[in-house]
């Protein structure tokens, strides 16, 4: 079975600074690991996705993210954090079941 | 129209009523999916379907019925639902069912159950 956690249900940060979302997952078999970002009335489009190969992935928008197998972690980084970038994130994992998602972090971004 | 799309995108209904949310998706993709998605709480899955077989179901109530007539299309009937069944409710399909594949998802139907 898997299973998500999201440290932090909200993260606020200042315009520019860096953003940093944490998922640790829990896996009986290797990880496929997502992230998703959920803007106000719109449903989850995908930011990126880890399966094999590299460990430092990037997605859209200007983020990354780190697959450490020995932290069990995940997590979720941009340099330097954009008005447009305050929504809803969501890390998931799968493995051998379907996607299995986090609680979600809200991020806010201050001018 | 391209992506995942789904009607209505807000719906009020009471106790007593018989709706259905619409999904479409012009991917080519060969799984659907439906989640439930309420306040605080992680995303549902709720069904799962693969070349429009029926594959999960996740203990949902009877009150919500899916139908998936071709690998386009996805629907969710609801009959005699309850105030916390308000939500907002996502469609998504992928490639494939197996892991590896992401998920595309609708903008979703707000619902609201009085």
């Known amino acids: 079975a898997q299973s998500v956690t999201q440290l932090g249900s909200h993260v606020s940060v200042s315009e520019g600074a860096l953003v940093l979302l944490r998922c640790n997952y829990s896996?009986?078999?290797?990880?496929?690991l997502f992230w998703y970002v959920q803007y106000p009335n719109q449903g989850l489009q995908l930011l990126l996705k880890?399966?094999?190969?590299?460990?430092l992935v990037k997605g859209i928008n200007g983020f990354e993210a780190e697959f450490k197998k020995s932290e069990t972690s995940f997590h979720l980084t941009k340099p330097s954090a954009h008005m447009s970038d305050a929504a809803e994130y969501f890390c998931?994992?799968?493995?051998?079941?379907?996607?299995?998602f986090g609680k979600g972090t809200r991020l806010s971004v201050i001018a | 129209e391209t992506g995942v799309t789904q009607t209505p995108r807000h719906l009020v209904m009471g106790m007593t009523n018989k709706k259905s949310l619409k999904c479409e998706q012009h991917?080519?993709?060969?799984?659907m999916y439906w989640y439930k998605q309420s306040a605080k709480k992680p995303l549902e899955l709720m069904f799962v379907?693969?070349?429009?077989?029926?594959?999960e179901n996740n203990s949902v109530p009877s009150r919500f019925s899916p139908e998936c007539p071709n690998s386009s299309h996805l629907f969710l009937h609801l009959h005699t639902l309850q105030p916390e069944d308000s939500a907002l409710y996502l469609c998504?399909?992928?490639?494939?069912?197996?892991?590896?594949?992401?998920?595309?998802f609708g903008p979703g139907t707000r619902l609201t159950v009085t």
């Open positions: 998504a399909s992928s490639q494939d069912r197996k892991e590896g594949y992401e998920q595309y």
């Open positions: 896996s009986s078999v290797p990880p496929y």
């Open positions: 880890y399966t094999t190969g590299a460990t």
């Open positions: 998931a994992v799968t493995g051998n079941t379907p996607l299995v």
């Open positions: 991917l080519g993709h060969n799984a």
């Open positions: 379907y693969s070349l429009e077989e029926r594959v």
